[in-house]
């Protein structure tokens, strides 16, 4: 699921202001908060101007299991098929679909047949996407030969004493020719762009990751760190698609 919502980009953000893996609406992850309230509490999902948690491939897992449970338990869904396809399209849209079909639950008939607003190319195609890829997934040698897993990131959390900088903490992971922000932003994909981009500070009482075995080495040189003034970094995002209805605006603003 999340690589038909994101490709696996911890940083996609979309021009509704959906972000991560998952692509969590703001106003959907604020209504987890009293689904999930002791993950809310352990990850601290609330966040800030400076943390976005759906952008943490940890927590905002957890929250899209919890949300996907709590569609799929939803009375009028009661069915896979559908409670991913409300995932994407919302429950309201799924509802109001089975009604003008005479409450079926067959997800064809939905796609083919379904009409409402909402209700357009990504909705219908949405379900198929998702076998699609859990095919490849699930059959992996045959469709692409023998492929090389990646090793989990490992990695030691420090809560910062003082504030810091995205500055500062990408001099900590600069190496040679690499000015560092990358790594940063791999090791903290929570880190807002606003942040990376020098608006914000990160505050005293986060938790920040570095490199297993780093630890030590980021206390030392800590103070050091904190004496970096915030400045403007753009990150490099990839390959932009332009979708229906963007103009350079849009997009600059994403």
């Known amino acids: 699921l999340p690589f038909v919502e994101s490709m696996f980009n911890t940083h996609a953000y979309s021009r509704s202001r959906a972000s991560g893996y998952w692509q969590f609406m703001p106003a959907t992850w604020h209504f987890l908060k009293g689904t999930i309230p002791d993950l809310w509490g352990k990850?601290?999902?609330?966040?800030?101007?400076?943390?976005?948690?759906?952008?943490d491939p940890i927590p905002s897992s957890y929250a899209a299991a919890a949300y996907l449970h709590y569609l799929h338990d939803i009375a009028v869904i009661k069915?896979?098929?559908?409670?991913?396809?409300?995932?994407?399209?919302?429950?309201?849209?799924?509802?109001t679909l089975r009604k003008r079909l005479g409450m079926t639950k067959d997800i064809s008939e939905?796609?083919?047949?379904?009409?409402?607003?909402r209700f357009r190319h990504d909705g219908r195609n949405y379900y198929a996407q998702f076998l699609a890829v859990l095919e490849l997934e699930s059959n992996v040698d045959?469709?692409?030969g023998a492929v090389k897993v990646a090793s989990p990131i490992a990695y030691d959390s420090i809560t910062l004493n003082a504030p810091l900088s995205?500055?500062?903490?990408?001099?900590f992971f600069k190496r040679d020719k690499d000015d560092g922000v990358a790594t940063a932003r791999m090791y903290n994909p929570f880190?807002?762009?606003?942040?990376v981009n020098g608006k914000y500070g990160i505050p005293a009482g986060e938790e920040l990751r570095v490199p297993k075995g780093l630890k030590e080495k980021f206390l030392a040189v800590f103070n050091t760190l904190t004496?970096?003034?915030?400045?403007?970094?753009v990150?490099?995002?990839?390959?932009?698609?332009?979708?229906?209805?963007?103009?350079l605006s849009i997009i600059a603003a994403e």
Request: aromatic content about 8%; cysteine-free; charged content about 25%.
């Open 43 to 55: 990850y601290k999902m609330k966040g800030s101007p400076a943390i976005d948690r759906r952008n």
């Open 79 to 95: 069915n896979w098929p559908l409670a991913l396809t409300a995932y994407n399209q919302g429950p309201g849209t799924i509802m």
């Open 110 to 117: 939905i796609v083919n047949k379904g009409r409402a607003r």
């Open 142 to 144: 045959k469709y692409f």
């Open 166 to 171: 995205f500055a500062g903490l990408s001099e």
């Open 191 to 195: 880190l807002s762009r606003r942040v």
């Open 227 to 233: 004496t970096i003034a915030p400045k403007v970094i």
């Open 235 to 247: 990150p490099e995002e990839g390959i932009h698609v332009v979708r229906r209805g963007e103009n």
